[in-house]
Protein backbone atom coordinates (compact mmCIF):
# COMPACT_ATOMS: atom_id res chain seq x y z
CA UNK A 1 0.00 0.00 0.00
CA UNK A 2 1.24 3.37 -1.20
CA UNK A 3 0.77 6.22 1.96
CA UNK A 4 1.03 9.77 0.71
CA UNK A 5 2.30 12.36 2.79
CA UNK A 6 -0.37 15.49 2.86
CA UNK A 7 1.23 18.93 4.09
CA UNK A 8 -0.24 20.54 6.25
CA UNK A 9 -0.65 23.61 4.50
CA UNK A 10 -3.10 21.50 1.81
CA UNK A 11 -5.10 20.50 5.27
CA UNK A 12 -5.86 24.65 5.98
CA UNK A 13 -7.09 25.27 2.40
CA UNK A 14 -9.57 22.24 2.96
CA UNK A 15 -10.19 23.98 6.27
CA UNK A 16 -11.03 27.00 4.95
CA UNK A 17 -13.12 25.29 1.96
CA UNK A 18 -15.09 23.61 4.29
CA UNK A 19 -15.85 26.93 6.29
CA UNK A 20 -17.00 28.76 3.04
CA UNK A 21 -19.53 26.07 2.18
CA UNK A 22 -20.95 25.30 5.93
CA UNK A 23 -22.39 26.68 9.17
CA UNK A 24 -20.34 24.58 11.38
CA UNK A 25 -17.44 22.74 11.19
CA UNK A 26 -16.11 20.70 14.09
CA UNK A 27 -12.87 18.74 13.83
CA UNK A 28 -11.15 16.50 16.07
CA UNK A 29 -7.32 17.05 16.35
CA UNK A 30 -4.65 15.14 18.17
CA UNK A 31 -3.27 16.33 21.69
CA UNK A 32 -2.48 19.75 21.79
CA UNK A 33 0.46 18.96 23.87
CA UNK A 34 1.18 15.72 21.41
CA UNK A 35 1.61 17.99 17.88
CA UNK A 36 2.64 21.28 17.00
CA UNK A 37 -0.22 20.86 14.08
CA UNK A 38 -3.05 20.62 16.66
CA UNK A 39 -1.82 23.97 17.68
CA UNK A 40 -2.06 25.78 14.32
CA UNK A 41 -4.91 24.35 13.61
CA UNK A 42 -6.58 25.67 16.73
CA UNK A 43 -5.38 29.08 15.87
CA UNK A 44 -7.10 29.29 12.57
CA UNK A 45 -10.86 28.05 13.88
CA UNK A 46 -13.20 30.14 15.33
CA UNK A 47 -12.72 28.33 18.37
CA UNK A 48 -11.64 25.58 20.75
CA UNK A 49 -13.30 22.98 22.94
CA UNK A 50 -10.43 21.44 25.18
CA UNK A 51 -11.19 17.92 26.06
CA UNK A 52 -9.88 16.38 29.52
CA UNK A 53 -10.14 13.17 30.73
CA UNK A 54 -11.27 12.96 34.36
CA UNK A 55 -8.90 11.08 36.13
CA UNK A 56 -6.13 10.94 34.12
CA UNK A 57 -5.78 14.34 32.47
CA UNK A 58 -3.61 15.90 35.22
CA UNK A 59 -4.19 19.59 36.42
CA UNK A 60 -1.00 20.63 35.02
CA UNK A 61 -1.34 18.83 31.49
CA UNK A 62 -4.39 20.97 31.32
CA UNK A 63 -2.90 24.08 32.24
CA UNK A 64 -0.08 23.60 29.92
CA UNK A 65 -2.35 22.38 27.00
CA UNK A 66 -4.70 25.84 28.02
CA UNK A 67 -1.19 28.06 27.67
CA UNK A 68 -0.14 26.46 24.69
CA UNK A 69 -3.82 27.62 22.48
CA UNK A 70 -3.43 31.49 24.25
CA UNK A 71 -0.19 31.62 22.73
CA UNK A 72 -1.25 30.65 19.34
CA UNK A 73 -4.15 33.31 20.28
CA UNK A 74 -6.69 30.46 19.76
CA UNK A 75 -10.43 31.31 20.91
CA UNK A 76 -10.46 28.52 23.91
CA UNK A 77 -14.45 28.02 24.41
CA UNK A 78 -14.43 25.85 26.71
CA UNK A 79 -13.52 22.69 28.34
CA UNK A 80 -15.24 19.10 27.70
CA UNK A 81 -14.82 16.19 31.05
CA UNK A 82 -15.02 12.86 29.76
CA UNK A 83 -15.35 10.01 32.11
CA UNK A 84 -16.66 12.09 35.02
CA UNK A 85 -17.76 9.73 37.52
CA UNK A 86 -21.32 10.30 39.23
CA UNK A 87 -20.25 7.22 41.76
CA UNK A 88 -19.67 9.94 44.35
CA UNK A 89 -23.03 10.59 44.95
CA UNK A 90 -24.16 12.96 47.54
CA UNK A 91 -24.10 16.65 47.32
CA UNK A 92 -22.75 18.57 44.47
CA UNK A 93 -21.80 21.83 44.48
CA UNK A 94 -20.37 23.88 41.07
CA UNK A 95 -20.01 27.82 39.82
CA UNK A 96 -19.79 28.90 36.11
CA UNK A 97 -18.78 32.20 34.44
CA UNK A 98 -20.92 34.18 32.30
CA UNK A 99 -19.66 37.14 30.66
CA UNK A 100 -22.51 40.11 30.53
CA UNK A 101 -21.97 43.97 29.46
CA UNK A 102 -21.49 46.96 32.17
CA UNK A 103 -23.29 50.17 31.45
CA UNK A 104 -19.92 51.63 30.11
CA UNK A 105 -20.02 48.99 27.16
CA UNK A 106 -16.98 46.61 28.65
CA UNK A 107 -17.65 43.33 29.33
CA UNK A 108 -17.28 41.55 32.66
CA UNK A 109 -16.51 38.57 34.05
CA UNK A 110 -19.21 37.61 36.95
CA UNK A 111 -18.83 34.33 39.17
CA UNK A 112 -22.69 32.53 39.75
CA UNK A 113 -22.80 29.88 42.55
CA UNK A 114 -26.35 28.05 42.06
CA UNK A 115 -28.02 26.53 44.86
CA UNK A 116 -26.90 23.28 46.20
CA UNK A 117 -28.63 19.93 45.00
CA UNK A 118 -28.38 16.61 45.87
CA UNK A 119 -28.36 13.12 43.90
CA UNK A 120 -30.19 10.58 45.44
Known amino acids: ?21 ADIVL ?3 PPVLAVTDAAVLASRLDGVLLVN ?3 RTRRSMAQRAVEGLRK ?4 LLGVVLNRL ?3 SG ?6 YYYYSESD ?3 QKRRRRRPKETTSE
Open 104 to 106: DGR
Open 90 to 95: GYSYYH
Open 53 to 55: DSG
Open 1 to 21: MKEKIIRFQDILEAVQGYLSE
Open 27 to 29: FDS
Open 85 to 87: SSA
Open 72 to 75: VSAN
